[in-house]
């Protein structure tokens, strides 16, 4: 059973750094890709980043380029994400996302989600 738990979240200033952690478990797939969304009230959730496995292959919302880093461990165990230069427009829920496709279906996991707020 495949369980993603999430911490790190909080508050911070503009300006501030957070670093969100997500430790999987319980599967063992050779390719597939980790992400991470984000969600504020009234919006729809919108990828912030990704990460292929194996390959390790990066992508990044253009809002959030240059200011976060995706990334995981050797072990495949832990991915983390590494926000700088924070901004109020920044305040969602974060989740961790791993997606993977076997036998012509689609397979979507979620952890928990942890709040992050940026504020004066």
């Known amino acids: 059973q495949v369980q993603l738990v999430e911490s790190g979240g909080g508050l911070v200033q503009p300006g501030g750094s957070l670093r969100l952690s997500c430790a999987a478990s319980?599967?063992?797939?050779?390719?597939?890709?980790m992400g991470w969304y984000r969600q504020t009230p009234g919006k729809e959730r919108e990828l912030v980043t990704s990460?292929?496995?194996?390959?390790?292959?990066?992508k990044y919302a253009d809002s959030v380029k240059g200011r976060f880093t995706i990334s995981r461990d050797g072990a495949k165990s832990t991915m983390y994400l590494q926000m700088n230069s924070l901004l109020p427009e920044d305040t969602a829920v974060y989740y961790c996302?791993?997606?993977?496709?076997?036998?012509?279906?689609?397979?979507?996991?979620w952890g928990q989600g942890t709040q992050v707020t940026v504020f004066s």
């Open positions: 996302n791993v997606h993977l496709r076997r036998f012509g279906r689609e397979y979507d996991y």
């Open positions: 319980g599967f063992t797939f050779r390719t597939y890709v």
């Open positions: 990460i292929t496995i194996p390959a390790d292959s990066t």
